[in-house]
């Protein structure tokens, strides 16, 4: 997939090659994308008009990524992922944490012996990540299967979106409330 920008009577031109799910942040200066380089899915950061793109999230970290978006006052990025990460440096500058390397489920299935069975892969949690790396934070342990992110405009909640709900996630405690059982797949905004 193909990230393009186009200026209103210009020419379309790539910004992201390789990329899905992009994620804008409210003044345009910033994109966050997910890409897979064959060692799996990865959160990248892009900054407008300079500086080189960067992983808020590494290669492998998380079995899977969904759609990540960035908070309305452009601090945070909030995404769904499947699996448990451990511990690494982010490549963004301004690290000002850890984020994860290489996910657990790949040692656990690597170690013979009993293991549970997932009829329909890992369940997925609500992450967020600070924008300039760093700081990686399980939000809710709302699980469910590919789930997308959408903020409100004051920044306190996310509404979630799984195959078969909708829900809304307050960032600062993690409660849940189920808005409907009703759900789908793609993205989503919050207006």
Not at 9 to 38: H, I, K, W
Not at 81 to 98: F, H, N, Q, V, W
Not at 114 to 134: E, F, L, Q
Not at 155 to 162: D, S, W
Request: glycine fraction near 14%.
């Amino acid at each position: 997939m193909r990230v393009l920008r186009q200026q209103q009577g210009g020419q379309a031109e790539d910004v992201v090659s390789g990329g899905r799910y992009p994620g804008v942040s409210a003044d345009e200066s910033t994109l966050v994308f997910v890409r897979n380089d064959g060692q799996g899915d990865a959160l990248w950061r892009q900054v407008r008009g300079g500086g080189s793109d960067c992983a808020l999230v590494p290669a492998g970290a998380f079995v899977f990524l969904g759609p990540p978006r960035i908070s309305p006052d452009g601090s945070t990025v909030a995404f769904g992922a499947s699996g448990e990460p451990t511990l690494a440096a982010s490549s963004c500058a301004g690290d000002s944490g850890r984020t994860p390397a290489v996910a657990r489920w790949f040692l656990e299935w690597s170690i013979p012996g009993d293991r549970v069975a997932y009829a329909h892969g890992r369940p997925w949690a609500i992450w967020s990540v600070n924008v300039n790396g760093g700081g990686l934070k399980r939000l809710s342990d709302l699980t469910g299967d590919d789930l997308s992110v959408a903020w409100s405009a004051d920044g306190h909640r996310l509404a979630v979106l799984t195959p078969t709900t909708l829900n809304v996630v307050t960032v600062a405690t993690g409660a849940v409330e189920k808005l409907a059982d009703v759900g789908g797949e793609g993205t989503l905004d919050w207006r």
